[in-house]
T-cell receptor, first 112, second 117 residues
Framework: DQQVKQNSPSLSVQEGRISILNCDYTNSMFDYFLWYKKYPAEGPTFLISISSIKDKNEDGRFTVFLNKSAKHLSLHIVPSQPGDSAVYFCAAWLSGTYKYIFGTGTRLKVLA | NAGVTQTPKFQVLKTGQSMTLQCAQDMNHNSMYWYRQDPGMGLRLIYYSASEGTTDKGEVPNGYNVSRLNKREFSLRLESAAPSQTSVYFC????????????????FGSGTRLTVV
């Protein structure tokens, strides 16, 4: 049973526009969330995080929003750049466990 | 450069062959992890080690064994490779131990692409 879901396998956006990547989860007890970015032939790299006690966290062009009532997480990239083209994974941590649970990933393509 | 180093980067095995994937980190991290990535499946945890000398099973441990040789090194062994083990394997490490969330997430290696024919 997939506890963390990224329902859009791919997304294409024009350079300069906003990219919105979505992630849904089923367990309301998750207390920490991350977004990772992955380029081909490289490992995932940490991008941005948010605690369950917050609803927004911003870092430059990247903002993560958390809607706990909807069990929904989103990553906004503004403005999008061609270098942002990558696969993005969301991940969630359940307190008392030993791992992050990863979503299936969304491939973002930013068109120049 | 500091980070997680995986070897080899590519490997082709015949069904039934064995091999060991090597992983080393130089960040003095406590925990180390082995994941596999398959299309449409995301990253699935194979095994994890919260500290030197301890290992635990993840979501998909069948067909694999691990060794936490010391704090730096965590190896993954396939005793008798099967085509279903064709995948990209990632090693990762983090500061946190068992039950401790690492707010900076994991540091991943660049992966090993394994094909079993």
């Amino acid at each position: 049973d997939q506890q963390v879901k990224q329902n859009s396998p791919s997304l294409s956006v024009q350079e300069g526009r906003i990219s919105i990547l979505n992630c849904d989860y089923t367990n309301s007890m998750f207390d920490y969330f991350l977004w990772y970015k992955k380029y081909p032939a490289e490992g995932p790299t940490f991008l941005i995080s948010i605690s369950s006690i917050k609803d927004k966290n911003e870092d430059g062009r990247f903002t993560v929003f958390l809607n706990k009532s909807a069990k929904h997480l989103s990553l906004h990239i503004v403005p999008s750049q061609p270098g942002d083209s990558a696969v993005y994974f969301c991940a969630a941590w359940l307190s008392g466990t030993y791992k992050y649970i990863f979503g299936t990933g969304t491939r973002l393509k930013v068109l120049a | 450069n500091a980070g997680v180093t995986q070897t080899p980067k590519f490997q082709v095995l015949k069904t039934g062959q064995s091999m060991t994937l090597q992983c080393a980190q130089d960040m003095n991290h406590n925990s180390m992890y082995w994941y596999r990535q398959d299309p449409g499946m995301g990253l699935r945890l194979i095994y994890y080690s919260a500290s030197e000398g301890t290992t635990d099973k993840g979501e998909v441990p069948n067909g694999y064994n691990v060794s936490r040789l010391n704090k730096r090194e965590f190896s993954l062994r396939l005793e008798s490779a099967a085509p279903s083990q064709t995948s990209v394997y990632f090693c990762a490490s983090s500061w946190g131990g068992k039950g401790q969330v690492d707010l900076r997430g994991y540091t991943f290696g660049s992966g090993t692409r394994l094909t079993v024919v």
